[in-house]
């Protein structure tokens, strides 16, 4: 008899799901009502609406802090976490490979020039390099050493404009995320092409991933397919799920 597919990423995504609800409720009852007034405890649309108010709050607190001056700490190469975790929405063994030789990356939104770019050309710019701590929203967190061009000397390239609010990443494993400019413009986030001194491996995100040390791991997308310059709140795919969107480490 064949065995049942199980949609783990369904499954994750409802037990996040219980566990927000959760905290929520146990917060209101120790005195949240009194900020969130007129939230029921137990009516799950109150409860997500409160859940939505405290996260859109926690983004703007995020936002106000935040300096392109603040650096993330850097590590050293003896504290390199290794083997390295990999980590998505879906298995290992699910990774899509792309054909690094035809691999464009999309250029859409506020920009003048929307012709896509080539590994050649990334490779063409000067790299920068970095060993930075990835934290994970499940706990954990893990440093690696990560080399790819300032996405502000990307976006200075193709003529973007800075006044722009956002600026969201397309993936060709289907996630999306999106970040705001003042973080896209912050020296340590870069465009990856390198993992620890070698191509940047599938497991990692090849042909390219977004390394934004500011950020939680959910905010670093792999497997990078557009780029697009909004003034378009973007969203993202676990945003578009009740995480928060700032999401600041």
Known sequence: MKRPTI????????????????????ALSLGGLAMLSGCAIDDEPSVEKALAKIMGFTDHVQAMMFSRNRLAREFSTSQI?????FNAYYDQEEIRVADESRWRLEVGGLVSDKRPWSLAQFRALELQRQITRHICVEGWSAIGSWSGVRLSTFLQHIGADTRAKYVKF????????SIDMETALHPQTIMVLDFDDASLPPAYGAPMKVRIPTK??????KYL???EVTNSFP?????????DW????
């Open 7 to 26: 949609d783990r990423s369904l499954i994750a995504t409802e037990l996040r799901r219980i566990e927000r609800r959760f905290m929520l409720k146990s």
């Open 81 to 85: 976490t290794r083997p390295f975790p």
């Open 170 to 177: 397309g993936c060709f494993d289907d996630y999306s995320t």
């Open 216 to 221: 939680l791991g959910y905010k670093n997308p």
């Open 225 to 227: 397919a557009s780029v």
């Open 235 to 243: 969203g993202g795919y676990w945003e578009d799920q009740g995480y």
């Open 246 to 249: 700032f999401g600041g480490s």
